[in-house]
């Protein structure tokens, strides 16, 4: 037996996840997140897949790994950091090839052409995918993200609510924290209250929905302007990354741009689903895909950030300063063995875990360097990759679990728990 794994490298966490079996993604998947905190995201991707060639998954080895990867920049420093940690034997896969391989897998879109909505932590970008011709056209901007959500509670809350701004970097860390949950639990309640050392945060979403409601609506305008440019007329939008799951954003797309909405079970985990489905194919058995990237024009209005949230990179950044390039990949040559002692130690934790395993953060890895404490801290992430419940019919998962990895399979319904609240949370370091 082998494992195929899937791995996005964002700029808050690397989600590596693990088909049941690869060949039916109804099967489900088993994930694990690994907090970047402040640590290089391509570096610690590259660490703790490092550790994981060397460990195995529950006591298996890697057979196919894909990387998934935003643009040219990203798949240039991903290459670099996997090189510096000796590995080879994996495949770059873009954003829009995964995307279409997971959803097409999952019978969740059937339309030739579409726009994608991704909407992750350090930004948003957009792309109108035409299967017909094989055309990927592309936009991003880091002027909407669930950072810049997260810094509109960060501001109201201090300017309203009496909450202090902690003097110590680590409470200033866990505030932060604060505000991020916050967003999350809206997403599922209408008021949430969210304790921590910096101070209660109760805020409803008839609260939040008026702080980014300009910045959503400027994102609308920036789909039109992409969709324009296309020449392409999209059947369907597709929301992905964790920002799809944000009430407003799905109403505002609706109302703005009159396309059916696709919500993906797990939208911030598509992209690495599709990386593992297609991991270790053939070259010519992916469909070949050329990707224009959209210039920013300086007549193109500009996202408005929420009222206020601190300014970061201005305007419209495209995801490369190309205007044409192919979407690449690196051949996976033959499987090196891993080593002995290292899967010994492995089989060792096995016997030791349960079948859920705690989330890891970046600090847990990098600091301990790749041997002793962190070779146990990431064979803790091999472990529960490969441990779990079998798909349907498989007993519910305890959401009071301090576990993030979990077995997926589509559900019949969503729970909307209202009011929300969530418990107290433990500092987190970085």
């Given amino acids: 037996m082998s494992s195929v794994l899937g791995v996005t490298v964002g700029e808050s966490a690397v989600r590596i996840v693990r088909p049941i079996d690869r060949t039916t993604p109804s099967a489900g998947f088993q994930f694990q997140v690994v907090d970047t905190g402040r640590d290089d995201p391509a570096r610690l991707a590259a660490q703790t897949l490092g ?10 080895p890697i057979d196919a790994l894909g990387v998934v990867y935003r643009d040219a920049a990203q798949a240039d420093r991903i290459r670099k950091a996997m090189a510096e940690q000796g590995l080879d034997r994996f495949d770059l896969v873009s954003e829009s090839e995964a995307a279409l391989a997971y959803l097409r897998a999952s019978g969740e879109l059937c339309t030739d052409t579409a726009v994608f909505y991704d909407l992750g932590d350090s930004g948003l970008t957009v792309t109108v ?66 304790p921590g050392a910096a101070g209660l945060i109760l805020m409803s979403r008839d609260t939040f929905d008026p702080l980014i409601a300009q910045c959503v609506e400027s994102s609308a305008r920036f789909v039109r302007d992409i969709v324009e440019r296309a020449g392409r007329d999209p059947e369907a939008i597709v929301l992905l990354g964790g920002g799809a799951h944000i009430p407003l954003v799905q109403e505002v797309l609706r109302s703005w741009l009159r396309l059916p909405l696709v919500v993906p079970h797990e939208p911030e985990l598509v992209l690495a689903k599709g990386g593992a489905l297609l991991a270790g194919r053939p070259k010519d058995s ?58 010994d130690e492995s089989r060792s934790w096995l016997g030791m875990l349960t ?8 600090k847990q890895i990098s600091g301990a360097g790749l041997a002793g404490t962190a070779l146990m801290v990431v064979a803790l992430i091999g472990v529960a990759l490969g441990a779990g419940n079998s798909v349907f019919g498989s007993d519910p998962v305890d959401e009071s679990a301090p576990a993030e990895t979990v077995v997926t399979t589509p559900p019949s319904s969503k729970p909307s728990p209202r009011p929300a609240v969530a418990p107290a949370p433990v500092t987190t370091t970085t």
Avoid at 51 to 60: D, I, K, S, W, Y
Avoid at 144 to 156: K, M, Q, T
Avoid at 355 to 362: D, F, I, K
């Fill in 51 to 60: 550790v994981l060639f060397q460990t195995g998954v529950a006591g298996e």
């Fill in 286 to 343: 992916i469909p070949g895909m050329t990707t224009r990237i959209v210039p920013p024009p300086a007549a193109t209005e500009r996202i408005a950030r929420p009222a206020g949230a601190q300014a970061g990179v201005s305007g419209f950044a495209a995801t490369d300063r190309r205007t044409e390039q192919r979407t690449d990949r690196i051949a996976r040559p033959k499987e090196k063995p891993a080593n002995a002692a290292d899967a």
């Fill in 355 to 362: 079948a859920r395993g705690p989330r890891v953060s970046g």
């Fill in 129 to 194: 995918v035409d299967l017909p011709s094989g055309e990927v056209l592309a936009g991003r901007t880091d002027t909407v993200g669930g950072r810049v959500f997260d810094a509109a509670i960060r501001e109201h809350q201090l300017g309203t609510n009496g909450v202090w701004l902690p003097d110590d970097p680590a409470t200033v860390t866990e505030f932060d924290a604060q505000c991020r949950e916050a967003k999350e639990q809206l997403s599922a309640s209408d008021a949430v209250a969210v």
